[in-house]
């Protein structure tokens, strides 16, 4: 079925275009909105798009990073800047996928997918978005909860603070098949240290709820100690609450209730 | 619905097609160009058989819009070959067995293609990253390993 395509020269024109139509999905890289026209999703009615350069744009220079929604995680994967987000970038697709599928995307992929967006959840993203009223930023995790509502809105840009080091910031993706397959589960976990002491922990999990979730008693269980083995045996013990995994080809829940403290304990305790 | 114009370059030659809105690129090479060499495998981007190039970039044509490669250069297998003679590629992979019923084999050579054209020397394992997102139902990968290490080893792809 053919859809009508709008392409806009500003975000604003096609925020716009996006909020007045409920048949409008915006197309980034291709990898979800294709995907669906080409199963003969008929609920797309009209796919937008915009050419505006700041989509495109990757800002880590300072200690607070910008990226573009537009920005491909080929792109990340070039830009030395961002080793630390190279691990998340590499575990997505082959080399086809990465170089179309898109950062501000992968915020709506939904499991197995969205891996890239569990790794902003550790980092504790703002999402730029603009609706029919204007931009505004929004905190990932009430992001990622209202996603299903978000399809009029915009993706501008995520944004996040630099971890202090390599060692601050892990990410781990478990799949069936290596190097490319969809998630079993992916942990990532922001552990800022201040005098010894882990101080704002932050552990995301993906598939282990409908959307990409923060493990809230791991972090607890982590928050003002030292990363010792004790420590780290209370959060893996604590890393399966507050999770629903669901049933899917690739795992049962059952399953990744099983492996997700053993997971956590191996991504905290430095193991490959 | 209106149909769009659009123009591109499809292996060194100018084409102008006419495309409905939200046609894919894949569906426009092979039913409005006629190129059959990129092949429809999923749809969802899961298999890699659609892989082309675009502008260098290895790209899945069935989930690019058609639209979005207007005045830029797309390379499929159909233009690798110089008229009677195989590509480098394509001699190692008949040379080393690497194509069985053959249907992922112009995804796979695009995808190493891909690859040598910017690292004319991989180790074996940016072979295996290179053509990850590409399925084999046949080889059980090895012999395409083998061979895309083999064209490498022949000498730099030609570009």
Redesign the interface.
């Known amino acids: 079925?053919?859809?009508?395509?709008r392409?806009f020269a500003s975000t604003g024109e096609a925020a716009a275009a996006l909020s007045s139509d409920r048949g409008a999905r915006y197309?980034g890289?291709?990898?979800l909105v294709?995907?669906a026209?080409?199963?003969g999703d008929i609920s797309i009615s009209t796919?937008v798009?915009a050419s505006d350069h700041a989509l495109t744009r990757i800002d880590a220079t300072g200690s607070r990073v910008t990226i573009g929604a537009g920005v491909t995680f080929?792109r990340i994967l070039a830009e030395c800047g961002l080793s630390f987000l190279h691990a998340a970038a590499r575990s997505i697709?082959?080399?086809?996928?990465r170089?179309?599928g898109t950062v501000g995307g992968n915020l709506f992929a939904a499991t197995p997918y969205g891996d890239f967006t569990v790794a902003l959840l550790a980092l504790d993203a703002m999402v730029s978005v603009q609706g029919g009223l204007g931009s505004r930023d929004v905190p990932i995790e009430e992001f990622l909860q209202t996603r299903e509502r978000q399809t009029g809105t915009l993706v501008l840009a995520v944004s996040f603070q630099k971890p202090a080091s390599a060692d601050a910031f892990r990410y781990r993706k478990i799949a069936r098949i290596k190097?490319?397959g969809g998630a079993v589960i992916t942990l990532a976990a922001h552990l800022p240290v201040s005098s010894g002491r882990i101080v704002g922990a932050r552990i995301a999990l993906g598939s282990m709820a409908p959307t990409q979730i923060r493990a809230r008693a791991a972090e607890r269980a982590l928050e003002g100690r030292t990363l010792d083995g004790a420590t780290i045996s209370a959060a893996a013990a604590a890393a399966i609450e507050g999770t629903s995994p669901a049933d899917n080809a690739l795992a049962s829940g059952w399953y990744r209730r099983e492996i997700v403290g053993v997971h956590l304990r191996r991504l905290l305790s430095g193991q490959e | 619905m209106a149909k769009t114009a659009l123009q591109f370059r499809h292996n060194g030659r100018d084409v102008a097609i006419f495309v409905d809105g939200g046609t894919n690129l894949l569906v426009a090479l092979r039913e409005l160009i006629g190129d059959m060499t990129p092949k429809f495998g999923c749809g969802q981007g899961g298999c890699g058989a659609c892989s082309v190039l675009i502008d260098g970039e290895l790209h899945l044509s069935c989930l690019t819009l058609a639209e979005t490669v207007a005045g830029r250069s797309v390379e499929t297998l159909d233009g690798i070959k110089d008229g009677p003679s195989l590509h480098p590629l394509q001699r190692a992979f008949a040379d080393n067995f690497a194509a069985q019923c053959g249907y992922c084999t112009p995804g796979i050579l695009m995808a190493a293609k891909a690859l040598l054209d910017r690292n004319p020397q991989p180790s074996r394992a940016e072979v295996v990253e290179a053509i990850s997102g590409n399925i084999c139902r046949c080889t059980g990968y090895e012999p395409i390993i083998n061979a895309v290490l083999a064209a490498a080893s022949v000498g730099r792809a030609r570009a």
């Open positions: 079925m053919a859809v009508t395509v392409t197309f890289g291709g990898t294709m995907r026209l080409n199963e796919i798009r080929a697709g082959g080399p086809a996928v170089n179309m190097p490319k």
